[in-house]
Structure formats: C-alpha cells, structure tokens
C-alpha cells in the first residue's frame, strides 16, 4: 500500500488560514478517492472531506462546508486541503488517506499526519 505523507500544519490565529497537502511519498496516488480525516485530542478522528481522482467531486463535513476546500493536481500529484476561517475547534492531527469511505475505522494503515493548532 503506497504510504501518505501530510504536511501543511502549523499554529495559526481564529479566522487564519492554512493549506495542508497530501502526497503519496514520491509515487503515483492510484486510488479512487483521497479523504482528510481529524483527530482531536480526546476525540474519536472523524472525516472532514473527500475528493473522488477522476471525476473531482467533493464532499464535506458539515462542520467545515463553506470554510474548507479540498483539490487536487494530477500534475504534481498531490491533494490540497485549503482551510479558511480557522476556528480553535478545528485543531486536530489531519491525515489523508486513499478510499471513499468516511468511517476512519476502514482504513488499515495512516501516516504521520500534521498537527493544526488553531488558537482564539
């Protein structure tokens, strides 16, 4: 399985922005969909977005519609997460993850992930 690697995170201002990518180590993502998970401290990790690779349709939590966006560039082969409006509950450990499903209990393995620390 092509290993993922996160990386964006970082301390910002409620009401920043951040941008979170997601690579899969140096080889090409071959996989139906890429999707952005969260984990808060304390907190199960829950879905936050998913893009499906050829169609690029999106779909978000209802907790970062409008403020988030996730994108991808078949170029570079890479997956954006754009985060707007920061807000201090959205500090979380984010990770990406190859597949469709919004149930992280799916997935058998997750990278690092990048820490996102939102202060008020």
């Known amino acids: 399985q092509v290993q993922l690697v996160e990386s964006g995170g970082g301390l910002v201002q409620a009401g920043g922005s951040l941008r979170l990518s997601c690579s899969a180590s140096?080889?090409?993502?071959?996989?139906?969909?890429i999707t952005w998970f969260r984990q808060a401290p304390g907190k199960e990790r829950e879905f936050v977005a998913i893009?499906?690779?050829?169609?690029?349709?999106?779909n978000y939590a209802d907790s970062v519609k409008g403020r988030f966006t996730i994108s991808r560039d078949n170029a570079k082969n890479m997956v954006y997460l754009q985060m707007n409006s920061l807000k201090p509950e959205d500090t979380a450990v984010y990770y990406c993850?190859?597949?469709?499903?919004?149930?992280?209990?799916?997935?058998?393995?997750w990278g690092q992930g990048t820490q996102v620390t939102v202060s008020s």
């Open positions: 140096g080889r090409t993502f071959s996989t139906y969909a």
């Open positions: 893009i499906r690779w050829s169609s690029g349709s999106t």
């Open positions: 993850n190859q597949g469709s499903s919004r149930s992280a209990g799916d997935y058998d393995s």
